[in-house]
């Protein structure tokens, strides 16, 4: 009874930027570890970032001081800042979303989040 629906992706070429967004609506309430997570063709859905309720964040080591999560939660809105991309950063781009306080430290793994968006595509040319 939650719904996510991202935004914002597209081409772009290496070194680019992008703002990836997600709406949330519906049972909104409560506490929620969000997320991205991202997928390209032959490979394994991988955890790109999380946020907790409190803020505190999370990002896997291939996007660290490239990307940045940030939450308004007036809004109900999820963003993903892309700076410095790398064609390695192709892929599609999921949404996600637990009502659990923290994301915990297996933040990973998608089986964890019982909510999800439909995709956005990302792709960056060299």
């Known amino acids: 009874q939650v719904q996510l629906v991202e935004s914002g992706g597209g081409s772009v070429q290496a070194g680019g930027s992008l703002r990836l967004s997600c709406a949330a609506s519906g049972y909104t309430y409560g506490r929620f570890c969000m997320g991205w997570f991202r997928q390209a063709p032959g490979k394994e859905r991988e955890g790109v970032a999380v946020?907790?309720?409190?803020?505190?964040?999370s990002y896997t080591g291939s996007v660290k001081g490239r990307f940045t999560i940030s939450q308004d939660n007036a809004k109900n809105t999820l963003y993903l800042q892309m700076n410095s991309l790398k064609p390695e950063d192709t892929a599609m781009y999921y949404c996600?979303?637990?009502?659990?306080?923290?994301?915990?430290?297996?933040?990973?793994?998608?089986?964890?989040?019982?909510?999800w968006g439909q995709g956005t595509q990302v792709t960056v040319s060299s």
């Open positions: 996600a979303a637990d009502r659990r306080i923290s994301c915990g430290g297996y933040w990973q793994t998608p089986g964890g989040y019982n909510y």
């Open positions: 946020i907790d309720s409190d803020g505190s964040t």
